[in-house]
């Protein structure tokens, strides 16, 4: 059974945001998308959602800035993958920054791929592409109720 994927995008950029949109469609990537402007944002998502059972029915792709207002993408990646329910969401961390110790500090939290702005599409396309891939053939854990 392949569940539908959905693409979640924290970027407070709207013209980063616009642009990651873009070249998701342009490689043919028809996925729903939802789009938020702050970590906060993305995490009362997924947090208000988690046992919803329309929620629990899809995957869930999180594309996730690092610098955003209210809670920054590092604190969003550590709740998401704190919780043993949302833990199994690839998370792809998009940033302006190549600093080693926050790039390692990133995968020692779970994260998917680190990528730095500007962003490289041809490689930011192959990283979807291949947790899509993944996605579409794995089976994904359900979420129990809770």
């Known amino acids: 059974m392949n569940k539908e994927v959905v693409?979640?995008?924290a970027e407070d950029d709207p013209g980063h945001a616009s642009l990651i949109k873009k070249n998701l469609k342009?490689?043919?990537i028809s996925n729903n998308i939802m789009h938020f402007t702050d970590g906060q944002q993305?995490?009362?998502y997924i947090f208000q959602n988690k046992s919803d059972e329309d929620f629990k029915s899809?995957?869930?792709?999180?594309?996730?800035?690092?610098?955003m207002p209210k809670v920054d993408g590092i604190e969003v990646l550590r709740q998401v993958k704190e919780d043993k329910e949302l833990k199994k969401i690839p998370v792809i961390m998009i940033t302006t920054t190549d600093d080693p110790k926050e790039v390692n500090a990133c995968h020692k939290l779970g994260c998917s791929t680190y990528i730095v702005k500007p962003?490289?599409?041809e490689q930011f396309i192959r990283a979807i592409r291949q947790l899509g891939l993944f996605l579409s053939v794995v089976e994904i854990p359900v979420l129990k109720r809770g």
């Open 119 to 121: 962003i490289d599409y």
């Open 58 to 67: 899809k995957s869930y792709l999180l594309l996730l800035d690092i610098r």
């Open 7 to 9: 693409i979640l995008i």
């Open 26 to 28: 342009r490689a043919g």
């Open 42 to 44: 993305v995490l009362d």
